[in-house]
């Protein structure tokens, strides 16, 4: 048997005639830049986010790039970060010339928010903060230490759509969230994608400035702006996606909980779910000792892994200029070596699922 990490083909077939209807639409149009499917899908999404407001852009990294160009922070104005994140969440920071403070991760993978007061300075301005892997942040304690600094929070929700912290939707707790629209998201696209949603109307109008070259309207270009624009065909698809997303995320949950239930290898340790969390698995990641033996294993029996991320922000030759060296983050680069993402994917098999329990419960060091 084979298992591949991911298969898009599935979400797309399982909605097919949906999509291909609404792809259409838009093709015989003749508009495919900033009309009605945008300003729908901004519309809904906000909704469906209990946001005031959405700004669709062209990728997750734009959203975060853009929500800290609007903040308008002091330059070299430092900004709490997890150490423990994709380094999208940290390129967010440092392209607009502020600096990241990086923070160990608790054992949900997320920023540690018993770790967070003692980084900051009086150059601290915000935090930013990433619902790793589809689980909330402790966001209590966050916005609790947020509000004692008066820190801007911003959240990266690229792999969190619907997920829940206390019955609240992530995006809504600090001044501005972050999607991605990635096609492997668990909101994914057929293609780039990303939004901002706010409850802040002047933060929502400077991001739509923003986006399209700082223009309010055509060829009056107010400020310095860039191209990052949601299209209208990946408006379209997202507004049929976005319908079906809690059925997504129920099937996720369901293998997750299936994988929770059903792995008992005692070399194999499962991901935790924090209280007050409604997690959305846009990752299954668990640890072990020898991941690099037991990656190797699964392959052996043709199940495909990944990890997410082999080496953290603070050692990527990207930041070498911070001078941060092996030992700064202990708790962090430990997970690195140890972690592995299953196969967890919609219209993955029952079949499949056993599978994978199966030969994982056979592994042996
Ligand atoms: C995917 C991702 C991003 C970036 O999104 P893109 O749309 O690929 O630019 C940022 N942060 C996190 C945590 C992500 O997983």
């Not at 540690?112 to 892997?133: G, Q, R, S």
């Not at 310095?224 to 809690?246: C, F, M, P, T």
């Not at 007050?276 to 698995?281: E, F, N, P």
Request: glycine share 6%.
């Amino acid at each position: 048997m084979k298992i591949p990490f991911n298969d898009l083909k599935y979400q797309y077939l399982k909605y097919k005639e949906e999509y291909n209807k609404a792809a259409i639409e838009v093709l015989e149009s003749g508009w495919y830049i900033l009309g009605k499917n945008v300003e729908k899908f901004e519309t809904n999404f906000s909704n469906y986010i209990g946001a005031k407001y959405c700004v669709g852009v062209n990728s997750g990294l734009d959203a975060l790039i853009l929500a800290f160009r609007a903040l308008n922070l002091p330059e070299e104005s430092e900004v709490i970060v997890p150490a423990n994140t994709y380094i999208a969440s940290v390129l967010g920071v440092t392209e607009n010339d502020l600096i990241p403070t990086f923070v160990e991760p608790d054992e949900y993978f997320n920023i540690d928010p018993d770790k967070i007061e003692e980084k900051i300075t009086d150059k601290t301005k915000a935090i930013l903060v990433v619902h790793l892997y589809g689980q909330p942040a402790n966001m209590e304690k966050i916005m609790k230490i947020a509000k004692k600094y008066n820190l801007y929070v911003i959240e990266d929700c690229a792999q969190a759509h619907g997920a829940e912290y206390n019955g609240q939707k992530v995006g809504t707790f600090g001044e501005i969230g972050c999607f991605s629209f990635f096609p492997t998201k668990n909101l994914g696209a057929f293609g780039d994608g990303g939004a901002i949603v706010t409850n802040n109307k002047n933060i929502a109008d400077k991001i739509k400035l923003l986006r399209n070259y700082g223009s309010v309207k055509k060829y009056y270009h107010e400020i310095e702006g860039v191209n990052s624009r949601l299209d209208e065909i990946q408006s379209a698809l997202l507004n049929v996606k976005l319908k079906h997303l809690n059925e997504l995320n129920e099937e996720r949950e369901k293998i997750a909980e299936f994988y929770l239930k059903n792995i008992n290898n005692p070399l194999i340790e499962l991901p935790k779910i924090q209280d007050k969390s409604k997690h959305v698995w846009h990752l299954f990641v668990v640890k072990t000792k020898n991941r690099n033996n037991f990656q190797k294993y699964l392959e052996s029996g043709g199940i495909y892994t990944q990890i997410h991320y082999p080496i953290p922000p603070h050692l990527s030759g990207a930041y070498r200029e911070f001078g941060y060296k092996k030992g700064d983050f202990p708790i962090t680069e430990k997970y690195s070596e140890s972690i592995l993402s299953l196969p967890l994917y919609n219209g993955m098999s029952k079949e499949e699922m056993k599978y994978v329990v199966k030969f994982i419960n056979k592994y042996s060091e």
